[in-house]
């Protein structure tokens, strides 16, 4: 589902090259289950916009359900990630001018689906908001936000989701709630997830784990 070879990123800062990611190389089967975690600074949240295709990397490849990333231009990227990828972000990353349940339409509306208001109902039941679709994010709680945000993410039963700190806002039962929809859904729906976090606790769900630092992977395992 998703492969990673020798893949590498650099930047320029001040005049000297530095160097983010180095010879980052694994494979994930489709289904899967992967935890990516490290110290701050240690390059997993680089490597997630490499693997989602947010960013090019300087050298090495991925490739996303069969598709090398690296002969895209930037809209077919973006194409790709529309049909086959699902996000969740620390921050929530909602529309505030839109209503919870319009939230979760909005990737089924551009995805062309004529059924997308009553899936985005159902999809609201399932995260236990199925009385707070015509609440706004504002109105919603941090928890609630996050668990719209589960919500949209899974709307277009997305090939791979990947998250970036879901938890990281949240209070632990909060975040505990949200972790367990995440992987629920990921089991319900066989979608490959790829979860980058700082939480130890949070990884052990995982059924794999790499740990980067310096950013180079300095372990990886398997449960």
Do not use: C, W
Request: no cysteine; proline share 4%.
């Amino acid at each position: 589902m998703l492969s990673s070879d020798a893949l590498g990123h650099e930047y320029l800062s001040g005049g000297r090259r530095l160097t983010v990611l180095k010879d980052i190389t694994f494979h994930l089967e489709p289904g899967g289950f992967l935890a990516i975690v490290g110290p701050s600074g240690s390059g997993k949240t680089t490597l997630l916009g490499l693997l989602a295709g947010l960013d090019r990397p300087t050298h090495g490849r991925v490739v996303l359900d069969g598709t090398d990333l690296g002969d895209l231009d930037e809209d077919a990227r973006a194409k790709l990630r529309r049909e086959k990828v699902g996000f969740i972000f620390q921050s929530f990353q909602l529309i505030p001018t839109l209503t919870a349940q319009e939230n979760v339409q909005v990737p089924l509306e551009l995805a062309g689906d004529p059924k997308a208001a009553a899936v985005a109902e159902d999809l609201l039941r399932r995260v236990g908001l199925g009385e707070r679709g015509h609440h706004y994010p504002t109105q919603l709680s941090g928890g609630e936000q996050q668990r719209v945000a589960v919500a949209r993410a899974f709307s277009t039963r997305p090939k791979i989701l990947f998250a970036d700190e879901p938890t990281g806002n949240l209070d632990g039962k909060n975040g505990d709630t949200v972790v367990q929809l995440m992987t629920a859904l990921n089991e319900e729906f066989g979608t490959t997830l790829v979860l980058v976090t700082h939480d130890l606790e949070l990884a052990g769900l995982a059924r794999r784990t790499i740990r980067l630092a310096d950013g180079a992977i300095v372990s990886d395992t398997t449960r």
